[in-house]
């Protein structure tokens, strides 16, 4: 398993949203999740609405 490439507190961008529902833009690292298959995951919060998400660490800058 690799390790994460952001940490929880950090600030991070969804790049490129590959499903409808997940709005571009600024969103906190809550938790780090398992992976699914080889992508890491994470827990995150939007910084515009506070809606929490899980991403990929591929859709993330």
Known sequence: MKEHKFKVGQFV???APKF???P???YEVLRLMP???NQNQYRVRSAE???ER???E???S
């Open 13 to 15: 961008r969804v790049a």
């Open 49 to 51: 609405n506070g809606v």
């Open 24 to 26: 571009q833009g600024r």
């Open 54 to 56: 899980m991403v990929k």
């Open 20 to 22: 409808a529902g997940t």
């Open 35 to 37: 992976p699914a298959g």
């Open 58 to 60: 591929e859709d993330l």
